[in-house]
């Protein structure tokens, strides 16, 4: 993030997150942040969630582990889904919605042969200075942030679901105790903090 923040600010032109990420799926409106914006609800519900599966696993609620761990699971999994599309969207061009403007031109990736578009009266340095995407540091830090945690959330999904499976199987609840439970929580809580950093500092700064 510090390096991220270093090269945002020594860079002239650089794209906010409020340029970049404007579209919706199955939609053309353009709609800045709405996107994330709603996968961040999604993971932030997830985590509550989990506060309750490990609740109900301090009651012994063998029944309401299962409802809210299976509920944790697919809020992971619509994010993991959500995080796939944004990514397709960003390498593809979606609807020109990956542009960059500076002084004296506008740079689009066109959804008609990847074509890049240059505005009037734009010159050779600028085109390099605002090519932005693709092979360089903005998707390089796009595509390294997003998916280090996106390869944490596919991991935390994934103990989520070997752990429900053996609530499912009553593994726990032979034990007298939930405590596996709680542990995945607090791995899948720390995933949710890291999002909530990402967001902060990646879409909205």
């Given at each position: 993030?510090?390096k991220f923040a270093?090269?945002?600010?020594?860079?002239?032109?650089?794209?906010?997150?409020?340029?970049?990420?404007?579209?919706?799926?199955?939609?053309?409106?353009?709609?800045?942040?709405?996107?994330?914006?709603?996968?961040?609800?999604?993971?932030?519900?997830?985590?509550?969630?989990?506060?309750?599966?490990?609740?109900?696993?301090?009651?012994?609620?063998?029944?309401?582990?299962?409802?809210?761990?299976?509920?944790?699971?697919?809020?992971?999994?619509?994010?993991?889904?959500?995080?796939?599309?944004?990514?397709?969207?960003?390498?593809?061009?979606?609807?020109?919605?990956?542009?960059?403007?500076?002084?004296?031109?506008?740079?689009?990736?066109?959804?008609?042969?990847?074509?890049?578009?240059?505005?009037?009266?734009?010159?050779?340095?600028?085109?390099?200075?605002?090519?932005?995407?693709?092979?360089?540091?903005?998707?390089?830090?796009?595509?390294?942030?997003?998916?280090?945690?996106?390869?944490?959330?596919?991991?935390?999904?994934?103990?989520?679901?070997?752990?429900?499976?053996?609530?499912?199987?009553?593994?726990?609840?032979?034990?007298?105790?939930?405590?596996?439970?709680?542990?995945?929580?607090?791995?899948?809580?720390?995933?949710?903090?890291?999002?909530?950093?990402?967001?902060?500092?990646?879409y909205l700064v």
């Amino acid at each position: 993030f510090a390096k991220f923040a270093n090269v945002n600010d020594a860079t002239s032109h650089w794209p906010t997150g409020e340029e970049v990420f404007t579209h919706l799926p199955g939609t053309h409106a353009h709609a800045p942040l709405i996107y994330v914006a709603l996968m961040t609800f999604i993971l932030i519900i997830s985590s509550v969630t989990m506060v309750l599966a490990v609740e109900a696993g301090h009651r012994m609620d063998k029944k309401a582990v299962i409802k809210w761990m299976a509920w944790t699971v697919v809020g992971g999994l619509i994010f993991l889904g959500s995080q796939v599309w944004e990514w397709s969207t960003f390498i593809a061009g979606y609807d020109g919605d990956i542009s960059t403007w500076a002084d004296n031109g506008t740079l689009s990736h066109s959804p008609y042969g990847g074509q890049w578009v240059m505005g009037v009266d734009a010159h050779g340095h600028e085109v390099k200075q605002m090519v932005t995407y693709g092979p360089t540091l903005y998707a390089n830090f796009f595509f390294f942030i997003t998916g280090f945690h996106g390869f944490h959330v596919f991991t935390g999904v994934l103990f989520n679901f070997l752990v429900l499976r053996n609530v499912i199987r009553g593994v726990y609840h032979k034990r007298g105790h939930y405590e596996m439970v709680e542990k995945v929580g607090l791995y899948w809580h720390f995933v949710d903090l890291v999002w909530v950093f990402v967001f902060t500092f990646f879409y909205l700064v």
